[in-house]
């Protein structure tokens, strides 16, 4: 016989049984490793506060890879937008985001694409190659990571160049601007190195294996888009008015502070014409940072130059200026040869 104390034991053990059951369910959902979630990872806009260069930020493409805690790759996507969305588990993950690069789907360990090489030849004005990580615990809770990335090419500039030929006979002689370059460009980096650009001595762990212009520039050069103003049809500086057009070059970092050994220097060089001869006048940029702005806001030419782009010209012909470039820190000066 069924008493009524029979019923109500019963009816707390079933509530029991249900709230153990779902116990369990909310358990296995949080630990099971094989239960996958919706992961949105976007690429925050790069601030590109000083010039009106466009598209020096842009992104055109990304690609993520999502690695575990031990190192193996979980999931790779690409999209031609700065977010997608992966299926992802829950843990802790570092999360790896490239912008504007090629494909790389032949890496399956953090360690693998960690050793992968980025080339400047891969870069376009409109499209840096950009690289950035994090790591991060993740779950159904935590569905949305943002991975702010770093431009592995720095920029150098040169604003205005001014005519102060001081020879007598020069007096009333024009400067003819014929070309502005780049020589002894560093051409490949790791990727990973854009991590560690306030650290030249990370950077120059890797030693750059590729190089362009080296020494010299013969027409158009290597890679004109980045180093090259080309031929400039019109481009001249007075004594009464000087050549205001502002120049953008992108290159890859050089660790080279001097030019005593194999490597050297990256410079700036202006190629001019005075007097029918023509002079070069190289401007070494040494230590070469990427992500980071090299400005020379005035070239003050008072003497003829070099014989050559690749021999700087004397302390007693330039002296530079440095302050902070707020495009990130970099060297922003005013040169008197």
Known sequence: MITMKMIKWLMAALVLLHAVGCSKENIAEETDGNATFPLEISVPPISTKATSVSDEAKVASIQIYVFRSNGDLETYGKGTSNSLVTQCTSGSKTIVALANAPDITDVLTKTALD???????????????????????????????????????????????????????????DIKINRIYLVNVAGDMKYTDAEYEETLSRQSAYSPSVWYNKGECKNDGDLPA?????????????????????????????PSTDDSGSSKCTRLVVEVTIGGKMYYYPLSIPGIKNNHTYNISELVIKHIGSESPDKPVTYSQATFSVTVNPWQEGSNGSVTI
């Open 115 to 173: 050793a992968k090489v980025s080339g400047l030849k891969d870069n376009s004005p409109g499209a840096f190659v950009m690289y950035g990580a994090v790591t991060r615990d993740v779950s159904a809770k935590v569905s949305a990571v943002t991975v702010p990335v770093t431009r592995l090419v720095a920029r150098v500039s040169i604003q205005k160049i001014t005519n102060s030929l001081e020879l007598p006979n020069l007096a009333q002689t």
């Open 226 to 254: 980045l180093l090259n103003s080309k031929a400039l049809a019109s481009a001249s500086a007075s004594h009464s008015a000087p050549y205001s057009t502002a120049h953008y070059f992108y290159c890859y970092p050089n």
